[in-house]
């Protein structure tokens, strides 16, 4: 079982950058694919990126490609996601999830394990 607690949402300026934090409970937490995913107001939840256990491979959504950057510290049972020259667009509720497959993902569907999100809000 994985329990997961984002952090480091808030406002910003269009342009700015910030970092998500992805705290896991679990022994087995360095075992897991990890994932970000958003959901704006009335709109579905969205890929944003996912790190295989080892953190050697990782997956971007087409939007974030260059802008973010997903890593993970199997020590510190943390996975991050840096954000910059953000957009209004990125305003959502930013979610991290885990699996236990073996490929990455960026189906909402084949992960097993969700926090409960943070928000992160862009201004213009």
């Known amino acids: 079982q994985v329990q997961l607690v984002e952090s480091g949402g808030g406002l910003v300026q269009a342009g700015g950058s910030l970092r998500l934090s992805c705290a896991a409970t679990?022994?087995?937490?360095?075992?897991?694919?990890m994932g970000w995913f958003r959901q704006a107001p009335g709109k579905e939840r969205e890929f944003v990126a996912a790190i295989s256990w080892s953190g050697d491979s990782t997956y971007y959504g087409d939007s974030m490609k260059g802008r973010f950057t997903i890593s993970r510290d199997n020590a510190k049972n943390t996975v991050y996601l840096q954000m910059s020259s953000l957009k209004p667009e990125d305003t959502a509720v930013y979610y991290c999830?885990?699996?236990?497959?073996?490929?990455?993902?960026?189906?909402?569907?084949?992960?097993?394990?969700w926090g409960q999100g943070t928000q992160v809000t862009v201004s213009s």
């Open positions: 999830a885990a699996h236990r497959r073996e490929v990455l993902t960026n189906y909402a569907w084949d992960y097993d394990y």
């Open positions: 679990g022994r087995t937490f360095s075992s897991y694919p």
